[in-house]
């Protein structure tokens, strides 16, 4: 086999393996609650979001925020989290949707 053929097999063999790494993904996701100082019965904000949220999830908490982010989340699912959390009288006066 030449150089030429092994290269071409690994690319497709890696350019095949992406989209099944993709959707894998796309069902991690973490959240935290807000840490710190907080008057009792007061909600702090809220922040809810993608993939691009995952990472921040824990220096918000620190911070004071409250944070949901899940990978492939899409705007509508951001809402109805939302609107379950009005239902249940937990939603803060703060959201920051980031999806």
């Known amino acids: 086999m030449t150089r030429r053929a092994v290269l071409c097999a690994v690319l497709a063999a ?10 894998d993904a796309c069902g991690d996701g973490r959240s935290a609650a ?3 100082e907080h ?3 007061a909600r702090g904000a809220l922040f809810v979001g993608d993939s691009t949220g995952i990472f921040a ?5 620190r911070l004071g925020i409250s944070a949901d982010a899940k990978g ?3 705007f ?6 939302l609107r379950g959390r009005r239902r249940a009288g937990a939603l ?5 949707l980031g999806c």
Not at 57 to 61: D, E, F, I, S
Not at 92 to 96: N, R, S
Request: net charge positive; proline share 11%.
């Open 14 to 23: 890696v350019l095949w393996a992406l989209p099944a790494a993709a959707a």
């Open 34 to 36: 807000a840490r710190g």
């Open 39 to 41: 008057q009792p019965g």
């Open 57 to 61: 999830v824990p220096y918000l908490a």
């Open 72 to 74: 492939c989340r899409q």
């Open 76 to 81: 509508g699912a951001g809402l109805r989290l």
């Open 92 to 96: 803060p006066h703060v959201v920051i």
